[in-house]
């Protein structure tokens, strides 16, 4: 029989509403499951058990009373450990944020309350989203639920493993590069980076302010759907957001032209990743679609582009974790100079102090033109690029990740060869459009492979219905038993 | 001074705007609020905060940008300053650098009978930093970011002024229009106006520039002066003994009356700006920016030219009348009547008015007077109905309260004496009591006349005419 914590978000409302099941034991169905894996998976950084409780409650009382409740109310969630949470600690899973308590949410928290969705907790990412292994957190390093030798993908791997393992159903994660995709794809779930403006960034502790986005995660995708329609739309507390709203997710794909770039099945890539690939855009032929064949030339540099633009920002971003006001501080004993340098020193992990040298490097006087200037003029030329693709066909087809899950510690001392996985994953950031990531088969290991389908600004609708579609044609998607 | 050197001045004015909130986030933006009570996550820089323009900002900025003659760049953006400082939360300053608000502008300003033209480099809009507190009550450095997020305008100067004197006068114009426009509080005492200063100095005739310092920290109109005075002078003493000025940022000590170097040019800051992603270009509409040139009122140069012009007052009552803009609009207002001499009332705002005002620290919109009331004052006068001694009293009633002259003059019994039968006995008594002044006259000495006029105004409470007293003194005397 199909366990509660298995059932997904969409189901559960419906039977919070046929009082099939109280709120009260979705979340400790969710809280036992929490206790149950949590030892293979190590999701969480901080669990959240009296606020769940505390929340379900809530809808109880109002279902009790006959109140009309919110599409997600009692619905448990786990949130990225970068999105702030008044009251509960949000670490960034960072030495440097080790105590911060926010004393505000972030709007997609407010939001998702107003909803009485149940926080189950915080949970584990690469250190400042810095990352495509969740290898870079200070606190834990989190396992692959498919196999727990291996990576869950970054930085948000905490998010999918915690929903790939049946934690909780939703989670929310954030995505700079491919954070929310690449983890999807290494855990065999749905998750989609929106539209840069969708969601608002107000409490999302920044990393690259121009390309990060806050985005859902799911086992389903009417899940994801459901998640995003609730945390979309302008905010005006962030001035880059924009008014959208989420559409009927019919499930179609007829009629819809949908672009291969010959680019992102090049070296690199494995043959089985490409193999799955092509395999499910074979299938959505066979659901209606066109399949046309279209070329992005200048995806190579789409990953250089990428990291001097993301470094710089996040160089700038990071300054203000100096030890004067909160979180970490160093030596308080010498001069100003000795707290910034032992604060900075001891409060961030390698990686982090890696892309902040970087970033203080191309912003420098005398490299600004030859680094950071020419990486945002090709930037401009990226997604042009992709723009004048979306006129040949309504999305894109490509592989997420170069390859399935790799093992844990393997990639961890050759930084350049972790940045070269994002390679299939930055463009979206750099071009500013919407990508979802969606299971489309698995490798001789056994682990899960993800397609990537890339649409233009604000086409969220679109690219959940190709999704859905898919979804629908293969009969759902596989959950990994633990 | 070494007359052989010519000094050349720029000068950067930060001036805090008074608008309402703050630059980037809905705090309260006041002066002298008790420590850290006017600030949030936004301005205190928390992680996930993010900022967003104050569009009263931008429309106080392309206000003085026309003020000073400036183009306007509708399209522009926001940059970061990058570096480290407790009083800075966010370890950036949101600030202007390629692309600022207004640029390519001039002020006119007033020496002497000429008229000097100043440029305007660019004016850009900034926030400003928390202020940190060192006290000898405590160890150690404590911040108030209260300050943090308050609206900055920076103006800065070309290199086009060449003495203290005009340096003064060119910040005491730009505090003037910042008041004439009502965006700033513009007191440099509460620092919210605040100044450096570039001074270099070059051999009188030469083309090219001297070497510049920056002083920093020069936070008065007499500072200014004093900054500029002794730093030329210590250039010019450099060079005249065959040494090299160093370019480096100095720090202005006003009470020790010297600059100390703070860092050189090597230690030069690399602030590394780039645009400030959180915030995308912002657009202002050509419609706007008209109609906010339209809004202008007319500012204190512009006046004193036409009160000199149209009024024929002295320059140097008209710039008296002008810096000040309540009292300017105040004159204007009694002109407007079109019942008296413009000079009149300018004699009168100016002496027993200012004077008032001065000794009370009040402005004339404190007051009760009105316009209206002034006029009928001045009306009464050239009707002799009142003497300019009753005057006086007339004028301090109305300004502590909302109140007619003729009323004053009625209640208080000012009207004046011109009846010569009337004044008769009082003359006679006055002559009586001052036999020696009564000698003198009649030994040549005219003008004690004027002393036995004062007596008899004095014997009538000042309700007297003088003129006709005067008349009857000299006749009284002449038949004796």
Redesign the interface.
Known sequence: MKKLYEYSATELAKMLRAKEVSASEITEASLDRIAAVEGQVDAYLTVTEDIARASAKKVDEKIAAGEEIAPLAGIPIAIKD???TKGIK?T?ASRM?EN?I???D?TVMEKLKAQDIVVTGKVNMDEFAMGGSCENSYFKKTKNPWDTSRVPGGSAGGSAAAVASCEVPLALGSDTGGSVRCPASFCGIVGLKPTYGAVS??????F???LDQIGPFGRTVDDVSLLYSAICGRD?????SRETSLGNVVGDVKGLRLGIPKEYFGEGISAEVKASVYAAAEKLRSLGAEIVEISLPSTDYALAAYYIISS??A??NL??Y?G???GFSGNRDGT?NDL?LSTRSQGFGAEVKRRIMLG?YV???GY?DAY?KRAKLLQNVIAKEVADAFTKCDAILTPVNPTTAFHLGEKCDDPVQMYASDVCTVTVNIAGLPGISFPCGSDSAGMPIGMQVIGPKFSETRLLSIAKCYETAVGGFAVKEM | MNNNFETVIGLEVHAELNTKTKIFCSCENRFGAEVNTLCCPVCMGLPGTLPVLNQQVVESAVKMGHALNCKINGVTKQDRKNYFYPDLPKAYQISQFDVPLCEHGYLDILMGDDVRRIGVTRIHIEEDAGKLIHDDSFDGTLCDYNRCGVPLIEIVSEPDLRSAEEAKAYLETITTILLYLGISDAKMQEGSVRCDVNVSVRPKGATEFGTRCEMKNVNSFGAVYRAIVYESERQMEVLASGGTVHQETRRWDDAKGKSIVMRSKEDAQDYRYFPDPDLLTFVVSDEKIAALKASLPELPTAKTLRYVKDFGLQKVDAQLLSVNKARADFFDSCVALGRCEAKTVANWVLGDIAKLLNEQRIEITDTALTPEHLVSMIELINKGTISNTAAKTVLEEMMAKDVEPEEVVKEKGLAQISDSSALAGIVDKVLADNPKAVADYKKGKTNVSGFLVGQCMRATRGQGNPATLRDMVIAAIEKL
Do not use: M, Q
Not at chain 1, 201 to 206: D, E, H, K, M, T
């Open positions: 970068n999105i702030c949000t960034c944020l911060f926010p004393p505000y972030a960034r107000y409490g999302l502790v920044a690259a302010s121009s005006k507390r962030d001035a880059t710089a920002e160089s700038s300054a203000r100096d004067v006001k909160y100003l910034y203080t912003l420098s006087s600004y950071y």
